[in-house]
């Protein structure tokens, strides 16, 4: 990403990139690891990398149609990550599901990581696990979008294409289930 590039804001790189397809990478280069990482959490790393490459092909190929008044485009990508995962959802739900059986996490993490969360979190993983496989699939995208990636109810609502209303009450019917199924108050 160029210095030009980098003092650009996503909407205005997409609208460079009608005339000058080259801008649009600086858009891959800003989100292209948050995706993978927001998608390796809800299906796998393996399958993270497909969704990788399709959410920023179909970006492109879309972005004609892009609403500029936005200036950043992280929640459209999100929206488009997770229609795509929503397509891998049966793997999703497999890999949550074999999570609450073993505890094995199957997103990589650094050794000393490691030793620290599965120390710390070992015995709520299985049943937080347990907790989002049992989610319905729009409540699972909030919920996920709000505490992975941190996007505000606004931004949610964009990503997913949602009336901001319907944010609020999947991420409250979510952490109330998660609360039922981990007998835990501080969700």
Same mark, same amino acid.
């Given at each position: ?20 397809p080259e801008q649009f990478a600086a858009l ?26 399709? %959410?920023? $092909?179909? +970006?492109?190929? @879309? *972005?004609?149609?892009?609403? /500029?008044?936005?200036? =950043?485009? !992280? ?6 990550? %997770?229609? $795509?995962? +929503?397509?891998? @959802? *049966?793997?999703?739900?497999? /890999?949550?599901?074999? =999570?609450? !059986? ?86």
């Amino acid at each position: 990403m160029t210095i030009e590039t980098a003092e650009l804001d996503d909407a205005e790189l997409i609208r460079r990139s009608a005339g000058d397809p080259e801008q649009f990478a600086a858009l891959f280069d800003r989100y292209a690891r948050q995706i993978h990482l927001y998608a390796a959490r809800r299906i796998g790393t393996q399958a993270a990398d497909d969704i990788v490459a399709e %959410t920023f $092909l179909a +970006a492109f190929r @879309r *972005r004609g149609t892009y609403d /500029l008044s936005f200036p =950043l485009a !992280r929640p459209w990508l999100y929206g488009i990550a %997770t229609t $795509l995962v +929503a397509r891998h @959802r *049966r793997q999703e739900e497999r /890999l949550l599901r074999a =999570l609450s !059986r073993t505890g094995v996490d199957p997103l990589p993490e650094a050794v000393a990581d490691t030793v620290v969360s599965r120390v710390a979190a070992r015995d709520k993983q299985r049943e937080l696990a347990g907790a989002l496989a049992s989610l319905s699939r729009g409540d699972r995208d909030v919920l996920l979008l709000v505490a992975w990636e941190d996007l505000n109810y606004e931004e949610v609502a964009q990503a997913l294409g949602i009336p901001l209303g319907t944010v609020r009450s999947r991420l409250h019917r979510a952490r109330k289930k998660a609360r039922t199924v981990l007998g835990d108050e501080e969700l």
